[in-house]
């Protein structure tokens, strides 16, 4: 019998119980980095720290890591939108 | 025994099929949240100063506190997809509903959180906000709406879990069929990635 494909390569405990202390550490580092002033690259850091966050949610808790490429590509895309959306957004109100 | 092997064959089952509708459904869900994302961030472009003073009235700790809860929650879901999928039926449903209690804690703090700052006066409409710079208003506003719509997404999660439990205990998600556990894990998960992004721009730009 043909068995979904991905299933044959679940995660174990282990993984997640790796990643939740990174996600905990992260927290962390984003809360104590918010103590300190970098100017304008502050809420750059923090939003840089909450996109590898989202990142590791993204591969491990919800799989995408070992879903099919086709997972991968939608997300992709989705993003590649949203992203664009913001870009133009702040391309217009900054030379307001 | 050949009837048998006919039902079986015509039972219709696609799992990759079901977790891509999930996935689509989320991507609207970034829409949803991402329209406020942009809301916030073309205001706050305006209102720097404001919405830094405004933020000092939130509450880092219970923030914290929440940030670390959630993202427990979303441990023990994705744990109990590993149970199920090794066959321990009730590891499994020890997780979900780990994750619900966790669900629920998060709501008790935010409620907390909320009654604070309504006996500060702070609440959409209220004269004391209505008194503050506009942009400290549309910090409130902001930040009501946010962490509301979240928070009704915590509410729905957690039903949604509730309801895969009940499912996990009748036998209906197994070691062999468990992709309905599986989306309601990819909602949990996004309403956690939500958080994560929330987390830094309402309670840390102080």
């Given at each position: 019998?043909?068995?979904?494909?991905?299933?044959?390569?679940?995660?174990?405990?282990?993984?997640y119980i790796?990643?939740w202390?990174?996600l905990l550490?992260?927290t962390?580092?984003?809360?104590?980095?918010?103590?300190?002033?970098?100017?304008?690259?502050?809420?750059?850091?923090?939003?840089?720290?909450?996109?590898?966050?989202?990142?590791?949610v993204?591969?491990?808790f919800?799989?995408?890591?070992?879903?099919?490429?086709?997972?991968?590509?939608?997300?992709?895309?989705?993003?590649?939108?949203?992203?664009?959306?913001?870009?133009?957004?702040?391309?217009?109100?900054?030379?307001? | 025994?050949?009837?048998?092997?006919?039902?079986?064959?015509?039972?219709?089952?696609?799992?990759?099929?079901?977790?891509?509708?999930?996935?689509?459904?989320?991507?609207?869900?970034?829409?949803?949240?991402?329209?406020?994302?942009?809301?916030?961030?073309?205001?706050?472009?305006?209102?720097?100063?404001?919405?830094?003073?405004?933020?000092?009235?939130?509450?880092?700790?219970i923030g914290c506190f929440n940030t670390a809860i959630l993202l427990t929650s979303s441990l023990t879901m994705a744990l109990s997809?590993?149970?199920?999928?090794?066959?321990?039926?009730?590891?499994?449903i020890f997780f979900q509903l780990l994750t619900i209690l966790m669900a629920f804690g998060f709501l008790v703090n935010k409620y907390f959180?909320?009654?604070?700052?309504?006996?500060?006066?702070?609440?959409?409409?209220?004269?004391?906000?209505?008194?503050?710079?506009?942009?400290?208003?549309?910090?409130?506003?902001?930040?009501?709406?946010?962490?509301?719509?979240h928070g009704?997404h915590v509410i729905i999660g957690a039903v949604l879990i509730g309801?895969m439990t009940?499912?996990?205990?009748?036998?209906?998600?197994?070691?062999?069929?468990?992709?309905?556990?599986?989306?309601a894990g990819?909602y949990w998960h996004?309403v956690d990635?939500?958080w994560i992004?929330?987390f830094?721009?309402?309670?840390?730009?102080?």
């Amino acid at each position: 019998m043909h068995k979904d494909e991905t299933h044959q390569h679940m995660h174990g405990y282990g993984i997640y119980i790796l990643v939740w202390f990174g996600l905990l550490t992260l927290t962390g580092v984003t809360v104590a980095v918010a103590g300190i002033n970098f100017g304008a690259l502050t809420i750059a850091t923090a939003l840089f720290i909450a996109a590898v966050k989202s990142y590791l949610v993204l591969t491990i808790f919800m799989h995408l890591r070992i879903e099919q490429k086709a997972f991968k590509i939608f997300l992709l895309v989705a993003l590649f939108f949203f992203v664009i959306s913001i870009v133009l957004l702040f391309a217009d109100y900054s030379f307001r | 025994m050949n009837t048998e092997e006919h039902t079986v064959s015509h039972v219709h089952r696609d799992d990759i099929g079901s977790r891509m509708g999930m996935w689509l459904f989320l991507f609207t869900e970034l829409l949803l949240f991402g329209g406020m994302f942009f809301l916030y961030s073309v205001y706050r472009f305006i209102n720097t100063e404001a919405f830094h003073i405004a933020a000092k009235e939130l509450n880092t700790l219970i923030g914290c506190f929440n940030t670390a809860i959630l993202l427990t929650s979303s441990l023990t879901m994705a744990l109990s997809i590993t149970a199920i999928q090794k066959d321990k039926k009730g590891l499994s449903i020890f997780f979900q509903l780990l994750t619900i209690l966790m669900a629920f804690g998060f709501l008790v703090n935010k409620y907390f959180e909320w009654t604070t700052k309504f006996h500060h006066g702070i609440y959409p409409g209220s004269d004391t906000l209505l008194s503050m710079d506009s942009g400290e208003i549309l910090f409130f506003g902001l930040y009501y709406v946010m962490t509301g719509l979240h928070g009704l997404h915590v509410i729905i999660g957690a039903v949604l879990i509730g309801i895969m439990t009940r499912l996990t205990a009748k036998g209906v998600i197994t070691k062999d069929s468990f992709v309905k556990l599986e989306s309601a894990g990819l909602y949990w998960h996004l309403v956690d990635i939500i958080w994560i992004f929330l987390f830094p721009l309402f309670y840390l730009i102080t």
